[in-house]
């Protein structure tokens, strides 16, 4: 069965610090990857997909992720954070013939200001 | 409104009685999942819906669990006989017919069960 991995539970970092939130995923055939970001209290939000093409994809509010398959991760980045990027982050994986997100367990990323 | 809705935000109810939740997905999207979330936990699938086709239950934990989804459109997940481990958000999202398109979440129905 799929999988995701999510290394991190929790990460404390202080505003302009630079993130890596890590992401591996198990299926080895086509994958469709994706971010998504949870504020506290709102519904989950899409941060960025990918599907194919150039495997450092772009999001919202400055995220990026790098597809790489040799290494079956989907790393999530951003140069600087800033206080308003406190949330969970779950990574999620879309393959195979279920119609379904199989997602981590997240990562919580509190940003002191 | 243009998001997912989901109905009721919040449920409290005694163990052993049924409850039933309820999705609106958007407007158009054939596709619509349920999701639960339990404390400590990630999202874990219940069950999908794609258009006319019989629906993927293969994630509902038990047989206590099942949904609907009636012409097409807003969904019912109906938990019988609640437990205190039932305790969660459900999630429900929906995508549009596109393949590359993503799933847009509701708020969530946060069910404790006492």
């Known amino acids: 069965a799929q999988s995701v991995s999510q290394h991190n539970h929790h990460v404390i970092l202080s505003e302009a610090a630079s993130l890596e939130l890590g992401c591996n995923y198990s299926?080895?055939?086509?994958?469709?990857l994706f971010w998504y970001v949870q504020y506290p209290g709102q519904h989950l939000q899409l941060l960025l997909k990918y599907f194919s093409g150039d495997p450092l994809v772009k999001g919202i509010k400055g995220f990026e992720a790098e597809f790489i398959k040799s290494k079956f991760s989907f790393n999530l980045r951003k140069p600087s954070v800033q206080w308003s990027d406190t949330a969970e982050y779950f990574c999620a994986v879309y393959g195979g013939s279920q119609g379904n997100l199989i997602f981590g367990k997240g990562t919580k990323l509190s940003v002191k200001p | 409104g243009a998001g997912v809705s989901q109905s009721p935000s919040n449920k409290v109810t005694e163990k052993g009685k049924d409850v039933e939740l309820r999705c609106d997905p958007i407007s158009g999207h054939t596709a619509l999942y349920w999701y639960r979330q339990s404390l400590g936990q990630g999202l874990e699938f219940l069950i999908y819906?794609?258009?006319?086709?019989?629906?993927?239950k293969s994630g509902l934990p038990s047989d206590r669990f099942s949904a609907e989804r009636t012409g097409g459109s807003v969904s019912t997940l109906t938990i019988q006989r609640t437990q205190q481990e039932d305790s969660a958000v459900y999630l429900c999202?929906?995508?549009?017919?596109?393949?590359?398109?993503?799933?847009?979440f509701g708020d969530g129905t946060r069910l404790s069960i006492l």
């Open positions: 299926y080895g055939g086509t994958v469709n």
């Open positions: 819906f794609q258009g006319n086709s019989a629906p993927d």
């Open positions: 999202a929906s995508s549009s017919p596109d393949s590359n398109q993503p799933q847009h």
